[in-house]
């Protein structure tokens, strides 16, 4: 069995993450250490607030530490909530929130009827170790937003998006055929060829 960390409190998103990886991992989280302090996500992008994470937990944590950070991007409002995702409608807001902010956003641009609203969720994925980051990934899958949601699994904006080629929300999706297609799962595939090409300890079970 080998070990991962994953710096993040959200049980959500280590679930998710631990799927995708398969049963070849021992995974655990931030949710059992309160007494680690939550750093300042102050970068610009995916890829610097996922560095900052990963980079905080590994200097306190023994062996590989992951970090993700992951949004949605709409065109029509211009790539926003972006690297806000999770703090949309304020620093302690919740999922539902959060849809709601950009529901209501939406509906003040008044797409045209018919026309999609295009958008894409990405993430950018930094494993490292005793303080340095060893490698970056990132994963982006294209779709469109609905203005009603739909749909109870996943998470945070999961009912409001259909993935290209699908009629379903990632809310309705099966949680494995999310997996196999969301952004996480493709800068997690990256994740596990880069641990092949180390010679680190992988799984091949990734779906």
């Given at each position: 069995?080998?070990?991962?960390?994953?710096?993040?409190?959200?049980?959500?998103?280590?679930?998710e993450?631990?799927a995708?990886?398969?049963?070849?991992?021992?995974?655990?989280?931030?949710?059992?250490?309160?007494?680690?302090?939550?750093?300042?996500?102050?970068?610009?992008?995916?890829?610097?607030?996922a560095?900052?994470?990963?980079?905080?937990?590994?200097?306190?944590?023994?062996?590989?530490?992951?970090?993700?950070?992951?949004?949605?991007?709409?065109?029509?409002?211009?790539?926003?909530?972006?690297?806000?995702?999770?703090?949309?409608?304020?620093?302690?807001a919740?999922?539902?929130?959060?849809?709601?902010?950009?529901?209501?956003?939406?509906?003040?641009?008044?797409?045209?009827?018919?026309?999609?609203?295009?958008?894409?969720?990405?993430?950018?994925?930094?494993?490292?170790?005793e303080?340095v980051?060893?490698?970056?990934?990132?994963?982006?899958?294209?779709?469109r937003?609905?203005?009603?949601?739909?749909?109870?699994?996943?998470f945070?904006?999961?009912?409001?998006?259909?993935?290209?080629?699908?009629?379903?929300t990632?809310?309705?999706?099966?949680?494995?055929?999310?997996?196999?297609?969301?952004?996480?799962?493709?800068?997690m595939?990256?994740?596990?060829?880069?641990?092949?090409?180390?010679?680190?300890?992988?799984?091949?079970?990734?779906?």
């Amino acid at each position: 069995m080998r070990n991962l960390t994953i710096a993040t409190r959200n049980r959500h998103k280590t679930g998710e993450l631990a799927a995708i990886l398969g049963p070849g991992w021992s995974v655990e989280d931030l949710a059992g250490r309160p007494e680690l302090p939550e750093p300042e996500e102050n970068g610009a992008t995916f890829e610097e607030n996922a560095a900052i994470k990963a980079l905080a937990a590994s200097r306190v944590l023994p062996g590989l530490v992951l970090a993700d950070d992951s949004g949605l991007e709409v065109d029509l409002l211009g790539g926003a909530p972006g690297i806000r995702s999770a703090r949309y409608a304020g620093e302690k807001a919740s999922d539902g929130e959060n849809r709601d902010r950009l529901l209501r956003e939406l509906a003040e641009r008044r797409p045209a009827p018919g026309q999609p609203i295009t958008a894409r969720f990405r993430c950018a994925i930094v494993v490292a170790e005793e303080g340095v980051a060893l490698g970056t990934f990132s994963g982006a899958v294209e779709g469109r937003i609905v203005m009603k949601e739909a749909g109870t699994g996943g998470f945070g904006y999961d009912p409001l998006f259909i993935p290209e080629g699908f009629d379903k929300t990632f809310a309705e999706l099966d949680a494995e055929i999310k997996n196999r297609l969301s952004h996480r799962a493709r800068a997690m595939a990256q994740v596990m060829e880069w641990l092949k090409e180390m010679g680190r300890p992988q799984s091949s079970d990734l779906p």
